[in-house]
Protein backbone atom coordinates (compact mmCIF):
# COMPACT_ATOMS: atom_id res chain seq x y z
CA UNK A 1 0.00 0.00 0.00
CA UNK A 2 1.33 3.40 -0.90
CA UNK A 3 2.56 5.19 2.08
CA UNK A 4 0.29 8.42 1.95
CA UNK A 5 0.20 12.05 3.97
CA UNK A 6 -1.03 15.30 3.07
CA UNK A 7 -1.79 18.70 4.55
CA UNK A 8 1.29 19.36 6.72
CA UNK A 9 2.54 23.42 6.96
CA UNK A 10 6.15 22.71 8.67
CA UNK A 11 7.35 19.92 6.63
CA UNK A 12 6.97 16.54 4.78
CA UNK A 13 9.68 13.61 4.20
CA UNK A 14 8.76 10.43 2.12
CA UNK A 15 11.16 7.82 1.83
CA UNK A 16 11.32 3.82 0.50
CA UNK A 17 11.77 2.78 4.35
CA UNK A 18 9.76 3.79 7.02
CA UNK A 19 12.52 3.93 9.58
CA UNK A 20 14.09 6.73 6.92
CA UNK A 21 10.84 8.71 6.94
CA UNK A 22 10.36 8.91 10.18
CA UNK A 23 13.83 10.26 10.99
CA UNK A 24 13.29 13.05 8.44
CA UNK A 25 9.93 13.66 10.26
CA UNK A 26 11.78 13.78 13.72
CA UNK A 27 14.36 16.74 12.65
CA UNK A 28 11.53 18.58 10.92
CA UNK A 29 9.68 18.29 14.02
CA UNK A 30 12.60 19.54 15.93
CA UNK A 31 12.73 22.63 13.95
CA UNK A 32 14.88 21.36 11.30
CA UNK A 33 14.73 22.56 7.70
CA UNK A 34 14.31 19.88 4.65
CA UNK A 35 18.31 19.42 3.95
CA UNK A 36 18.90 18.62 7.40
CA UNK A 37 15.96 15.97 7.41
CA UNK A 38 17.34 14.59 4.47
CA UNK A 39 20.66 13.95 5.86
CA UNK A 40 19.51 12.23 8.85
CA UNK A 41 17.41 10.34 5.94
CA UNK A 42 20.25 9.50 4.20
CA UNK A 43 22.10 8.20 7.26
CA UNK A 44 19.39 5.95 8.37
CA UNK A 45 18.36 4.29 5.17
CA UNK A 46 21.82 2.72 5.04
CA UNK A 47 21.56 1.12 8.03
CA UNK A 48 17.92 0.25 7.41
CA UNK A 49 18.16 -1.13 3.35
CA UNK A 50 21.69 -1.56 3.15
CA UNK A 51 21.10 -3.99 -0.14
CA UNK A 52 19.87 -0.65 -1.58
CA UNK A 53 22.22 2.14 -0.65
CA UNK A 54 24.89 2.41 1.80
CA UNK A 55 28.00 5.52 2.46
CA UNK A 56 30.03 3.88 -0.02
CA UNK A 57 27.96 4.81 -2.90
CA UNK A 58 27.30 8.38 -4.40
CA UNK A 59 24.46 11.44 -4.22
CA UNK A 60 22.97 13.81 -6.48
CA UNK A 61 20.33 16.05 -4.96
CA UNK A 62 18.34 18.94 -6.78
CA UNK A 63 17.25 21.53 -4.12
CA UNK A 64 14.78 24.41 -4.53
CA UNK A 65 15.77 26.79 -2.09
CA UNK A 66 13.01 29.35 -0.48
CA UNK A 67 14.19 32.38 -3.06
CA UNK A 68 13.31 29.74 -5.67
CA UNK A 69 16.44 29.33 -7.10
CA UNK A 70 17.21 25.23 -7.91
CA UNK A 71 20.76 24.26 -7.49
CA UNK A 72 22.10 20.72 -8.26
CA UNK A 73 24.66 18.78 -5.63
CA UNK A 74 26.38 16.54 -7.38
CA UNK A 75 28.74 13.89 -5.41
CA UNK A 76 29.76 11.12 -7.86
CA UNK A 77 33.12 9.63 -7.02
CA UNK A 78 35.95 8.63 -9.65
CA UNK A 79 37.72 6.20 -10.37
CA UNK A 80 41.24 5.88 -8.85
CA UNK A 81 44.94 6.58 -9.24
CA UNK A 82 45.44 2.61 -10.41
CA UNK A 83 42.02 2.12 -12.15
CA UNK A 84 43.33 1.65 -15.63
CA UNK A 85 42.57 -0.35 -18.58
CA UNK A 86 45.78 -2.05 -18.26
CA UNK A 87 45.11 -2.69 -14.96
CA UNK A 88 42.25 -4.61 -15.97
CA UNK A 89 43.74 -6.39 -18.97
CA UNK A 90 46.64 -7.17 -17.40
CA UNK A 91 44.37 -9.34 -14.43
CA UNK A 92 42.56 -11.07 -17.30
CA UNK A 93 39.32 -8.94 -17.73
CA UNK A 94 37.56 -7.84 -21.20
CA UNK A 95 34.78 -5.99 -19.25
CA UNK A 96 35.27 -4.29 -15.00
CA UNK A 97 33.97 -7.28 -12.92
CA UNK A 98 30.53 -6.44 -11.39
CA UNK A 99 31.46 -7.89 -7.78
CA UNK A 100 34.70 -7.63 -5.50
CA UNK A 101 37.23 -5.61 -4.88
CA UNK A 102 38.40 -4.96 -8.40
CA UNK A 103 34.55 -3.41 -8.81
CA UNK A 104 35.31 -1.01 -6.03
CA UNK A 105 36.84 0.76 -8.08
CA UNK A 106 35.68 4.89 -7.25
CA UNK A 107 35.88 6.90 -4.29
CA UNK A 108 32.37 7.12 -2.43
CA UNK A 109 31.42 10.60 -3.02
CA UNK A 110 27.83 9.99 -0.76
CA UNK A 111 29.36 12.14 2.20
CA UNK A 112 30.99 14.55 0.12
CA UNK A 113 26.98 15.75 -1.02
CA UNK A 114 26.37 15.54 2.59
CA UNK A 115 28.58 18.32 3.00
CA UNK A 116 27.67 20.15 0.82
CA UNK A 117 23.61 19.89 1.91
CA UNK A 118 24.60 20.68 5.37
CA UNK A 119 26.44 23.57 4.18
CA UNK A 120 23.62 25.09 2.14
CA UNK A 121 21.58 24.27 5.17
CA UNK A 122 23.04 26.07 7.81
CA UNK A 123 23.13 29.48 4.55
CA UNK A 124 19.51 28.74 4.89
CA UNK A 125 19.43 29.28 9.20
CA UNK A 126 19.79 25.02 9.82
CA UNK A 127 21.15 24.84 13.52
CA UNK A 128 20.43 20.99 14.01
CA UNK A 129 23.65 18.98 15.37
CA UNK A 130 25.37 16.59 13.18
CA UNK A 131 25.08 14.54 16.36
CA UNK A 132 21.45 14.73 16.26
CA UNK A 133 20.94 14.19 12.54
CA UNK A 134 23.13 11.08 12.77
CA UNK A 135 21.53 9.94 16.09
CA UNK A 136 18.68 7.56 14.65
CA UNK A 137 20.97 6.01 12.02
CA UNK A 138 23.19 5.20 14.50
CA UNK A 139 20.42 3.34 17.25
CA UNK A 140 19.76 1.74 14.23
CA UNK A 141 23.01 0.30 12.96
CA UNK A 142 23.79 -0.35 16.76
CA UNK A 143 21.03 -2.13 18.37
CA UNK A 144 19.42 -3.96 15.22
CA UNK A 145 17.32 -3.36 12.49
CA UNK A 146 14.44 -5.64 10.67
CA UNK A 147 15.34 -7.37 7.36
CA UNK A 148 13.25 -6.65 5.01
CA UNK A 149 11.30 -8.21 2.14
CA UNK A 150 13.87 -7.15 -0.47
CA UNK A 151 16.53 -7.84 1.37
CA UNK A 152 15.88 -11.27 2.36
CA UNK A 153 15.52 -11.87 -1.50
CA UNK A 154 18.38 -9.96 -2.66
CA UNK A 155 20.66 -11.58 -0.34
CA UNK A 156 19.22 -15.32 -1.58
CA UNK A 157 19.32 -14.46 -5.38
CA UNK A 158 22.62 -12.59 -5.25
CA UNK A 159 24.55 -14.97 -2.80
CA UNK A 160 26.52 -16.83 -5.61
CA UNK A 161 27.92 -13.35 -7.22
CA UNK A 162 29.48 -12.31 -3.70
CA UNK A 163 31.90 -15.11 -3.75
CA UNK A 164 34.68 -12.35 -4.57
CA UNK A 165 33.17 -9.84 -1.91
CA UNK A 166 35.65 -9.46 1.49
CA UNK A 167 33.22 -8.90 4.23
CA UNK A 168 29.95 -9.57 2.46
CA UNK A 169 29.41 -12.95 4.78
CA UNK A 170 30.46 -11.74 8.22
CA UNK A 171 27.89 -8.22 7.44
CA UNK A 172 24.53 -9.74 5.69
CA UNK A 173 24.58 -13.29 6.36
CA UNK A 174 23.47 -15.37 9.60
CA UNK A 175 25.87 -18.57 10.49
CA UNK A 176 26.41 -17.95 7.08
CA UNK A 177 22.72 -18.17 5.84
CA UNK A 178 20.55 -15.83 4.06
CA UNK A 179 18.98 -13.83 7.10
CA UNK A 180 14.83 -14.69 7.29
CA UNK A 181 12.87 -11.80 6.56
CA UNK A 182 11.68 -10.08 10.02
CA UNK A 183 15.19 -10.64 11.47
CA UNK A 184 17.07 -9.07 13.25
CA UNK A 185 20.69 -7.77 12.01
CA UNK A 186 23.45 -5.14 13.08
CA UNK A 187 26.48 -3.10 10.97
CA UNK A 188 27.96 -2.83 14.16
CA UNK A 189 31.33 -1.83 12.57
CA UNK A 190 29.05 1.15 10.53
CA UNK A 191 27.43 1.87 13.64
CA UNK A 192 30.93 3.14 14.81
CA UNK A 193 31.77 4.89 11.91
CA UNK A 194 28.65 7.38 12.21
CA UNK A 195 29.43 7.78 15.55
CA UNK A 196 32.34 8.56 14.88
CA UNK A 197 31.40 11.13 11.98
CA UNK A 198 28.98 12.67 14.58
CA UNK A 199 31.57 13.35 16.62
CA UNK A 200 34.61 14.55 14.41
CA UNK A 201 32.92 15.65 11.43
CA UNK A 202 32.03 14.04 8.21
CA UNK A 203 35.37 15.87 6.78
CA UNK A 204 36.91 12.89 9.05
CA UNK A 205 35.28 10.62 6.00
CA UNK A 206 38.06 12.08 3.67
CA UNK A 207 40.75 13.42 5.38
CA UNK A 208 40.66 11.77 8.71
CA UNK A 209 40.48 8.76 10.66
CA UNK A 210 37.88 7.07 8.88
CA UNK A 211 39.49 7.98 5.23
CA UNK A 212 42.81 6.53 6.70
CA UNK A 213 41.11 3.18 7.88
CA UNK A 214 38.77 3.00 4.74
CA UNK A 215 42.15 3.80 2.10
CA UNK A 216 43.91 0.63 4.41
CA UNK A 217 41.25 -1.69 3.59
CA UNK A 218 40.86 -1.00 0.39
CA UNK A 219 44.38 -1.44 -0.28
CA UNK A 220 44.56 -4.70 1.84
CA UNK A 221 41.37 -6.21 -0.35
CA UNK A 222 43.23 -4.98 -3.39
CA UNK A 223 40.80 -2.13 -4.94
CA UNK A 224 42.37 0.57 -7.38
CA UNK A 225 41.39 3.54 -4.90
CA UNK A 226 44.42 5.02 -3.10
CA UNK A 227 44.59 7.25 -0.03
CA UNK A 228 45.18 10.27 -2.30
CA UNK A 229 42.13 9.40 -4.40
CA UNK A 230 40.30 9.69 -1.20
CA UNK A 231 42.02 12.49 0.57
CA UNK A 232 41.80 14.97 -2.57
CA UNK A 233 37.35 14.14 -3.13
CA UNK A 234 35.65 16.79 -3.09
CA UNK A 235 31.75 16.93 -3.98
CA UNK A 236 30.36 20.01 -5.52
CA UNK A 237 27.23 22.73 -6.32
CA UNK A 238 26.34 23.84 -9.94
CA UNK A 239 23.36 24.57 -11.98
CA UNK A 240 20.79 22.01 -13.01
CA UNK A 241 19.31 20.89 -16.40
CA UNK A 242 16.07 22.52 -17.06
CA UNK A 243 13.76 22.60 -19.77
CA UNK A 244 9.98 24.46 -20.07
CA UNK A 245 6.74 22.26 -20.69
CA UNK A 246 3.51 23.99 -20.67
CA UNK A 247 2.78 23.68 -17.04
CA UNK A 248 6.04 24.65 -15.75
CA UNK A 249 9.30 23.86 -15.51
CA UNK A 250 11.09 20.65 -14.80
CA UNK A 251 14.80 20.11 -13.73
CA UNK A 252 16.91 17.90 -13.17
CA UNK A 253 20.98 16.84 -12.59
CA UNK A 254 23.42 16.98 -15.33
CA UNK A 255 26.57 14.55 -16.36
CA UNK A 256 27.50 12.69 -15.71
CA UNK A 257 23.95 11.75 -14.46
CA UNK A 258 20.69 10.79 -17.30
CA UNK A 259 19.21 13.47 -15.99
CA UNK A 260 19.53 14.69 -19.81
CA UNK A 261 17.28 11.68 -20.66
CA UNK A 262 14.66 12.27 -18.10
CA UNK A 263 13.97 16.06 -19.05
CA UNK A 264 13.33 14.56 -22.81
CA UNK A 265 11.01 12.15 -22.14
CA UNK A 266 8.91 14.44 -20.86
CA UNK A 267 9.56 17.42 -22.78
CA UNK A 268 8.42 15.17 -26.11
CA UNK A 269 5.40 13.62 -24.62
CA UNK A 270 4.32 17.49 -23.45
CA UNK A 271 4.70 18.31 -27.14
CA UNK A 272 2.63 15.09 -28.54
CA UNK A 273 -1.19 16.10 -26.46
CA UNK A 274 -2.15 13.60 -25.67
CA UNK A 275 -5.53 13.77 -23.88
CA UNK A 276 -5.88 11.43 -21.42
CA UNK A 277 -3.73 8.33 -19.17
CA UNK A 278 -3.52 4.97 -19.06
CA UNK A 279 -4.45 4.33 -23.18
CA UNK A 280 -2.72 3.13 -26.41
CA UNK A 281 -1.59 6.38 -26.84
CA UNK A 282 -0.29 7.12 -23.69
CA UNK A 283 1.76 3.95 -22.66
CA UNK A 284 3.13 4.18 -26.19
CA UNK A 285 4.03 7.93 -26.48
CA UNK A 286 5.70 7.56 -23.21
CA UNK A 287 7.85 4.17 -24.48
CA UNK A 288 8.49 5.80 -27.82
CA UNK A 289 9.85 8.98 -26.13
CA UNK A 290 11.68 7.00 -24.19
CA UNK A 291 13.59 5.69 -27.04
CA UNK A 292 14.60 8.88 -28.74
CA UNK A 293 16.13 10.29 -25.02
CA UNK A 294 18.14 6.85 -24.82
CA UNK A 295 19.31 7.60 -27.81
CA UNK A 296 20.61 10.37 -27.22
CA UNK A 297 21.94 9.83 -23.42
CA UNK A 298 24.27 6.59 -24.47
CA UNK A 299 25.77 8.88 -27.69
CA UNK A 300 26.37 12.06 -25.43
CA UNK A 301 25.87 11.28 -21.57
CA UNK A 302 29.60 11.14 -20.00
CA UNK A 303 31.57 13.04 -17.60
CA UNK A 304 31.06 16.36 -17.64
CA UNK A 305 34.95 17.35 -18.57
CA UNK A 306 34.61 14.90 -21.67
CA UNK A 307 31.38 16.12 -22.90
CA UNK A 308 31.08 16.65 -26.84
CA UNK A 309 27.79 18.81 -26.88
CA UNK A 310 26.15 21.10 -24.98
CA UNK A 311 23.74 19.17 -23.24
CA UNK A 312 21.09 22.38 -23.46
CA UNK A 313 21.50 21.51 -27.76
CA UNK A 314 19.39 18.53 -26.56
CA UNK A 315 17.04 20.41 -24.72
CA UNK A 316 16.55 23.47 -27.40
CA UNK A 317 12.81 23.51 -29.03
CA UNK A 318 14.34 23.22 -32.37
CA UNK A 319 16.25 19.59 -31.54
CA UNK A 320 13.09 18.40 -29.41
CA UNK A 321 10.63 19.42 -32.45
CA UNK A 322 12.84 17.47 -34.82
CA UNK A 323 12.51 14.45 -32.02
CA UNK A 324 8.99 14.94 -31.88
CA UNK A 325 8.42 14.24 -35.89
CA UNK A 326 10.54 11.03 -35.65
CA UNK A 327 7.85 9.26 -33.01
CA UNK A 328 5.19 7.42 -34.84
CA UNK A 329 2.47 7.22 -33.06
CA UNK A 330 0.80 4.31 -33.91
CA UNK A 331 4.10 1.96 -34.37
CA UNK A 332 7.23 0.85 -32.06
CA UNK A 333 10.06 1.50 -33.66
CA UNK A 334 13.08 -0.87 -33.27
CA UNK A 335 14.55 -1.04 -29.95
CA UNK A 336 17.82 -2.66 -29.64
CA UNK A 337 19.64 -0.31 -26.59
CA UNK A 338 21.60 -2.44 -24.05
CA UNK A 339 20.06 -2.54 -19.91
CA UNK A 340 21.17 -0.74 -17.53
CA UNK A 341 20.01 -2.60 -13.74
CA UNK A 342 20.59 -0.21 -10.44
CA UNK A 343 19.62 -0.66 -7.08
CA UNK A 344 19.55 2.83 -5.25
CA UNK A 345 17.26 5.16 -3.04
CA UNK A 346 15.03 7.96 -4.02
CA UNK A 347 13.82 10.64 -1.13
CA UNK A 348 12.12 13.89 -0.54
CA UNK A 349 11.55 16.38 1.93
CA UNK A 350 10.16 19.92 1.82
CA UNK A 351 9.91 22.30 4.62
CA UNK A 352 7.60 25.55 5.58
CA UNK A 353 10.02 27.88 4.32
CA UNK A 354 9.48 26.95 1.28
CA UNK A 355 12.80 24.31 0.59
CA UNK A 356 12.44 21.27 -1.28
CA UNK A 357 14.99 18.68 -2.12
CA UNK A 358 14.84 15.77 -4.25
CA UNK A 359 18.04 13.19 -3.08
CA UNK A 360 19.08 10.00 -4.46
CA UNK A 361 21.47 7.50 -2.94
CA UNK A 362 23.07 4.62 -4.60
CA UNK A 363 25.87 2.02 -4.56
CA UNK A 364 24.52 0.93 -8.41
CA UNK A 365 23.37 -2.88 -7.66
CA UNK A 366 22.08 -4.59 -5.17
CA UNK A 367 24.70 -4.77 -2.60
CA UNK A 368 26.96 -3.18 -4.88
CA UNK A 369 30.47 -4.25 -5.09
CA UNK A 370 29.66 -6.82 -2.28
CA UNK A 371 32.88 -5.52 -0.57
CA UNK A 372 32.10 -4.34 3.11
CA UNK A 373 35.20 -2.72 5.34
CA UNK A 374 35.86 -4.45 8.23
CA UNK A 375 37.07 -1.22 10.28
CA UNK A 376 34.51 1.08 8.61
CA UNK A 377 31.77 -0.80 8.28
CA UNK A 378 31.23 1.04 4.61
CA UNK A 379 29.47 -1.13 1.73
CA UNK A 380 31.92 -0.48 -1.55
CA UNK A 381 29.73 0.92 -4.21
CA UNK A 382 30.10 -0.95 -8.09
CA UNK A 383 28.93 1.98 -10.53
CA UNK A 384 32.87 2.36 -12.09
CA UNK A 385 31.17 -1.26 -13.67
CA UNK A 386 29.94 1.02 -16.05
CA UNK A 387 33.17 2.36 -17.16
CA UNK A 388 34.24 0.48 -20.55
CA UNK A 389 37.29 -1.49 -20.88
CA UNK A 390 37.14 0.09 -24.83
CA UNK A 391 39.32 3.63 -24.57
CA UNK A 392 37.30 4.43 -27.79
CA UNK A 393 33.69 3.88 -25.67
CA UNK A 394 31.44 6.89 -24.73
CA UNK A 395 32.66 6.34 -21.03
CA UNK A 396 36.24 4.88 -21.35
CA UNK A 397 37.85 3.91 -17.55
CA UNK A 398 41.18 6.33 -16.72
CA UNK A 399 42.06 7.33 -13.37
CA UNK A 400 39.82 10.47 -11.79
CA UNK A 401 37.30 9.89 -14.23
CA UNK A 402 33.53 10.35 -13.81
CA UNK A 403 31.40 7.08 -14.31
CA UNK A 404 27.74 7.44 -15.97
CA UNK A 405 25.21 7.36 -13.36
CA UNK A 406 21.65 6.37 -13.97
CA UNK A 407 20.98 8.06 -10.38
CA UNK A 408 18.83 11.54 -11.39
CA UNK A 409 16.58 13.18 -8.69
CA UNK A 410 13.74 14.89 -10.26
CA UNK A 411 12.03 18.33 -9.55
CA UNK A 412 9.06 20.61 -10.88
CA UNK A 413 8.34 23.94 -10.39
CA UNK A 414 4.90 24.74 -11.84
CA UNK A 415 2.63 27.64 -12.91
CA UNK A 416 -0.01 27.21 -10.65
CA UNK A 417 2.52 27.52 -8.13
CA UNK A 418 3.57 23.78 -6.77
CA UNK A 419 6.99 22.34 -6.04
CA UNK A 420 7.34 19.05 -6.93
CA UNK A 421 10.06 16.66 -5.60
CA UNK A 422 9.92 13.16 -7.57
CA UNK A 423 12.54 10.10 -8.10
CA UNK A 424 12.58 6.92 -8.21
CA UNK A 425 15.48 4.02 -7.98
CA UNK A 426 15.58 1.51 -11.10
CA UNK A 427 18.30 2.07 -13.31
CA UNK A 428 16.97 2.47 -16.76
CA UNK A 429 14.00 2.55 -15.28
CA UNK A 430 14.46 6.11 -13.39
CA UNK A 431 13.22 8.32 -16.34
CA UNK A 432 10.64 6.57 -17.46
CA UNK A 433 8.94 5.97 -14.12
CA UNK A 434 9.46 9.76 -13.72
CA UNK A 435 7.57 10.42 -16.69
CA UNK A 436 4.61 7.91 -15.30
CA UNK A 437 4.75 9.86 -12.14
CA UNK A 438 4.58 13.09 -13.35
CA UNK A 439 2.22 12.84 -16.25
CA UNK A 440 -0.06 10.75 -14.10
CA UNK A 441 0.33 13.41 -11.38
CA UNK A 442 0.65 16.73 -12.95
CA UNK A 443 -0.94 16.42 -16.47
CA UNK A 444 -3.57 14.25 -15.88
CA UNK A 445 -4.61 15.12 -12.38
CA UNK A 446 -4.16 11.49 -10.61
CA UNK A 447 -3.97 11.93 -6.66
CA UNK A 448 -0.38 11.96 -6.17
CA UNK A 449 -0.32 8.90 -4.54
CA UNK A 450 -3.00 6.89 -6.93
CA UNK A 451 0.07 8.09 -9.67
CA UNK A 452 2.90 6.36 -7.58
CA UNK A 453 0.19 3.05 -7.06
CA UNK A 454 -0.69 3.24 -10.74
CA UNK A 455 0.57 -0.13 -12.52
CA UNK A 456 4.07 0.81 -14.59
CA UNK A 457 6.39 -0.72 -17.44
CA UNK A 458 10.03 -0.56 -18.04
CA UNK A 459 11.87 -0.83 -21.72
CA UNK A 460 15.22 -2.71 -21.27
CA UNK A 461 16.63 -5.69 -21.21
CA UNK A 462 15.51 -8.58 -18.46
CA UNK A 463 19.00 -9.21 -16.85
CA UNK A 464 20.97 -12.35 -18.07
CA UNK A 465 18.37 -11.89 -21.15
CA UNK A 466 19.53 -11.59 -24.64
CA UNK A 467 16.05 -10.01 -25.91
CA UNK A 468 15.09 -6.70 -25.26
CA UNK A 469 11.32 -6.15 -24.29
CA UNK A 470 9.08 -3.77 -22.85
CA UNK A 471 7.51 -5.73 -19.64
CA UNK A 472 4.39 -4.56 -17.89
CA UNK A 473 3.01 -5.27 -14.45
CA UNK A 474 0.08 -7.35 -14.60
CA UNK A 475 -2.59 -4.95 -13.63
CA UNK A 476 -2.82 -3.35 -17.34
CA UNK A 477 -5.81 -4.37 -19.51
CA UNK A 478 -5.53 -7.03 -21.86
CA UNK A 479 -6.62 -4.75 -24.41
CA UNK A 480 -3.96 -2.55 -23.79
CA UNK A 481 -1.58 -5.10 -24.08
CA UNK A 482 -3.02 -6.93 -27.29
CA UNK A 483 -2.92 -3.58 -28.93
CA UNK A 484 0.76 -2.12 -27.75
CA UNK A 485 1.64 -5.91 -29.30
CA UNK A 486 -0.16 -5.13 -32.86
CA UNK A 487 2.03 -1.61 -32.86
CA UNK A 488 4.97 -3.81 -32.49
CA UNK A 489 6.30 -3.78 -29.12
CA UNK A 490 7.81 -6.80 -27.89
CA UNK A 491 5.62 -6.47 -24.41
CA UNK A 492 6.18 -9.00 -21.29
CA UNK A 493 3.53 -9.20 -19.31
CA UNK A 494 5.05 -9.67 -15.56
CA UNK A 495 3.69 -12.28 -13.37
CA UNK A 496 3.61 -9.84 -10.46
CA UNK A 497 0.62 -6.71 -10.13
CA UNK A 498 3.64 -4.71 -8.26
CA UNK A 499 7.03 -5.89 -9.18
CA UNK A 500 10.59 -4.35 -7.64
CA UNK A 501 11.61 -4.62 -10.99
CA UNK A 502 9.79 -1.16 -11.49
CA UNK A 503 11.43 0.66 -9.23
CA UNK A 504 10.34 2.55 -5.97
CA UNK A 505 9.16 5.59 -6.74
CA UNK A 506 8.31 8.55 -4.45
CA UNK A 507 7.21 12.31 -4.22
CA UNK A 508 6.39 15.70 -2.14
CA UNK A 509 4.79 18.11 -3.30
CA UNK A 510 4.82 21.86 -1.94
CA UNK A 511 1.72 23.52 -2.59
CA UNK A 512 0.81 27.11 -3.08
CA UNK A 513 -1.01 27.63 0.35
CA UNK A 514 2.06 26.14 2.24
CA UNK A 515 0.12 22.67 2.95
CA UNK A 516 2.66 19.86 1.67
CA UNK A 517 1.77 16.45 0.86
CA UNK A 518 4.26 13.29 0.22
CA UNK A 519 3.99 9.54 -0.90
CA UNK A 520 6.07 6.57 -1.47
CA UNK A 521 5.96 3.32 -3.47
CA UNK A 522 3.62 0.27 -2.33
CA UNK A 523 6.48 -2.02 -4.03
CA UNK A 524 9.26 -0.71 -1.13
CA UNK A 525 8.63 -0.63 2.43
CA UNK A 526 7.46 2.95 1.85
CA UNK A 527 7.45 5.91 4.82
CA UNK A 528 5.87 9.28 4.33
CA UNK A 529 5.51 11.50 7.14
CA UNK A 530 4.82 15.37 8.22
CA UNK A 531 4.50 17.41 10.72
Not at 121 to 126: E, F, P, R, T, V
Not at 505 to 530: I, S
Amino acid sequence: MTSYTSSHRRGVAAAPHHAAAEAGRLVLADGGNALEAMVAMAASIAAVYPHMTHIGGDGFWVVREPNGRVRAIMAPGPAGARATIEFYRERGYDAIPARGPFAALTVPGAIGGWMQALDGAKSLGGKIPLDVLLAPAIAQARDGYVVSRSQHALTRDKLGEMNEAAGFADTFLVDGKVPAEGATMRQTAFAATLDQLAHAGLDDFYRGDIGREIAADLERIGSPVTRADIERYRAYVTEPLSVPLIVGTLYNSPPPTQGLASLIILALFDRLRVPEAEGFDFVHGLVEATKRAFRVRDKFVTDPKYLSEPMSKFLDAAFLDGELQRIDRKKAARWPAPYGEGDTVWMGAADSSGLVVSYIQSIYWEFGSGCVLPRTGVLMQNRGASFSLDKNAVNPLKPGRLPFHTLNPALAVLKDGRVMAYGTMGGDGQPQTQGMVFSRHVLFGKPLEEAIDAPRWLLGRTWGSAHTNLRMESRFDGNLVDRLLSAGHDVDVLPEAYSDTMGHAGAVVLHPDGTMEGAHDPRADPGAFGV
